[in-house]
């Protein structure tokens, strides 16, 4: 079973309207990753954020991390028709753990 | 740029016979890492290698599934006696871990896999 599993499954927003995006995670880890992936195409990496931080940001995205409630949420901020796509969240527990565990993905709808 | 590439894009192929997918990484990254995705599904580690070494297998990984990397840089990733339940897009990334600021994984395009 996924690691991860992200809320909501679907999302459909107007442009220029915020998009949050949530993850839980079962086990304790190391990081937690932010994908994004168009239909049909490889994922994009977002954003890592460490097990020891709590907040990042990058451009128009914020990300935060509760260890204690093992979940994590994505906000993209004035979204773009161009933001649409599914946002994935990937959990690793080391750097020597190798593998990334994935949920299933929250489809995002910006509709200009 | 020199990204994750991942040969073929797509393959047809008919049920019991055999495939293999290309993945080239990034040039200098030591890890490369196999995953499956299927619709509306988020991909499913199969197994990475750290150089040549392969590390860790899945249990998604049957006796029909092989994967290489024999000198370190490229590697394949062959299904034998293809099943319909094979039909899934196939993720190659590769990452330069284990050094602490390196985990980030960067994906290829993946290999669209049809098993009529």
């Known amino acids: 079973s996924q690691q991860g599993e992200e809320d909501p499954q679907a999302l459909s927003i107007q442009e220029g309207e915020n998009a949050t995006m949530n993850c839980s995670y079962k086990t304790s880890i190391n990081n937690l990753q932010w994908y994004r992936q168009n239909s049909g195409r490889g994922l994009v990496h977002l954003i890592l954020?460490?097990?020891?931080?709590r907040e990042k940001h990058s451009g128009r995205l914020r990300v935060t991390l509760d260890t204690s409630k093992k979940s994590s949420s994505l906000l993209i901020t004035a979204s773009r028709a161009a933001d649409t796509a599914s946002y994935f969240c990937a959990t690793s527990k080391g750097t020597n753990a190798g593998k990334s565990t994935f949920g299933d993905g929250t489809t995002l709808t910006v509709k200009p | 740029d020199t990204g994750v590439s991942q040969d073929p894009r797509h393959k047809i192929t008919k049920r019991g016979q055999n495939v293999t997918f290309r993945c080239d990484p990034i040039s200098e990254h030591n890890r490369l890492y196999w995953y499956r995705q299927t619709l509306g599904q988020g991909p499913e580690f199969l197994t990475y290698?750290?150089?040549?070494?392969?590390?860790?297998k899945s249990r998604l990984l049957s006796d029909r599934f092989s994967a290489e990397r024999p000198k370190g840089s490229f590697s394949t990733l062959e299904i034998q006696r293809t099943e319909q339940g094979d039909s899934a897009m196939y993720l190659c990334?590769?990452?330069?871990?284990?050094?602490?600021?390196?985990?980030?994984?960067?994906f290829g395009p993946g290999t669209r896999l049809l098993v009529l």
């Open positions: 990334a590769s990452s330069l871990a284990p050094l602490a600021d390196q985990e980030t994984q960067y």
């Open positions: 290698f750290q150089n040549e070494a392969q590390l860790e």
């Open positions: 954020i460490r097990s020891n931080e």
